[in-house]
């Protein structure tokens, strides 16, 4: 009986406990309710070093928006090599403003610098023609041979004189021929060298002359890279040192640095709104707060996929886009390839 009743009697406290329980959870509110702590802590401010706010005032409504990407006013000229080779020197550092045809890199060119060298003598050769000393040594050797062709020539008539008596074998007269013949022939080699040195360079080897110099230099000049617009040095790819192949990365990356534009990916919902001329901004999170005003000056004339991409997981990368340039005021402070936020005031 006692067992009995100490059962009723934990039964009664079990409910007891449940019933309050269930009624301060009722008095509290939902879990969900946002705790006084909590109000407290998201009412505080984020501020930077300069007391600055942090949190970005999102424009105004009616507003055309898009990724964008900093670029020079005309596309990065990505300027690389025509021949293989080491280089030699970097002529320039990245942040320089340079002209057109100025020396960027210069690869190894030992061996075009002697041919080059072998090539501009043989061209002065061809020009003013033969030495004294070397027309005088020809003329000598010429006469040197006329004389010889002149011993056999008299050598064959004694023989032949011989052979008529038979005081001569037809063995020793042919032989005395073919002697005769070589020396004449070698006077006759001789006498047109001499004549050739004397009245000097033809046209046809001084034009050849010339096509070798020329060619030398083109080979020697296709080792130094430069610059193929007025522009600054963006980035250099490269050390001095290192092997370079044509179709690998560029040496040198230049861009007109004169005025900065920002690339926009304009959505294809958004195309009819926007035109050559509208009013609009960009805004970078390196300056909170900052807008940087401009103009559309350009718009793509295909559809596209995305350019400028973020690191949002939630982003659509695989809507259609029309690329859309805007031309910046003053963009001082931006660099190209940065990132931005780009804002149409589309007129239509």
Do not use: C
């Not at 909590?38 to 949190?55: F, L, P």
């Not at 043989?122 to 020009?127: I, V």
């Not at 350009?298 to 859309?324: C, Q, S, V």
């Amino acid at each position: 009986m006692k067992r009995k009743s100490w059962g009723i009697y934990f039964g009664l406290l079990g409910l007891v406990l449940m019933i309050s329980f269930i009624a301060r959870s009722l008095a509290s509110g939902p879990s969900t309710a946002p705790q006084k702590k909590d109000i407290v802590k998201a009412e505080r401010s984020s501020t930077t070093a300069g007391k600055a706010d942090e949190r970005m005032i999102m424009p105004g409504l009616g507003l055309i928006a898009g990724n964008a990407v900093v670029e020079p006013r005309q596309p990065a000229t990505k300027v690389a090599s025509a021949v293989p080779g080491r280089i030699a020197a970097i002529a320039v550092h990245e942040g320089d403003r340079v002209k057109r045809g100025a020396l960027l890199v210069q690869l190894e060119d030992a061996p075009e610098q002697a041919a080059l060298k072998a090539a501009l003598y043989d061209y002065e050769k061809a020009m003013h023609g033969q030495r004294k000393e070397d027309i005088e040594a020809s003329i000598s050797d010429a006469e040197a041979a006329r004389a010889r062709a002149d011993l056999s020539a008299e050598a064959l008539r004694r023989t032949e004189q011989a052979a008529k008596g038979g005081a001569a074998t037809a063995d020793e007269l042919d032989r005395a021929k073919r002697q005769a013949e070589s020396d004449r022939r070698t006077f006759d080699a001789s006498e047109s060298r001499s004549r050739a040195m004397v009245a000097g360079s033809r046209y046809e080897d001084i034009a050849a002359a010339r096509a070798r110099r020329d060619q030398a230099k083109a080979n020697l000049e296709r080792l130094a890279v430069r610059a193929p617009i007025d522009g600054e040095v963006l980035q250099v790819k490269y050390r001095a040192g290192e092997y370079v192949t044509p179709g690998g990365d560029p040496l040198v990356v230049m861009g007109d640095m004169s005025a900065l534009r920002v690339r926009i990916d304009v959505d294809e919902r958004d195309i009819g709104r926007i035109a050559v001329g509208d009013s609009a901004f960009a805004v970078a999170d390196a300056y909170p707060g900052k807008e940087f005003s401009g103009r559309v000056v350009e718009i793509g004339r295909m559809m596209g996929r995305k350019n400028a991409r973020t690191d949002d997981p939630t982003e659509r990368i695989d809507t259609k886009i029309l690329e859309t340039v805007i031309e910046l005021d003053n963009p001082s402070g931006l660099v190209p390839g940065q990132l931005v936020t780009g804002y149409i005031k589309g007129s239509k």
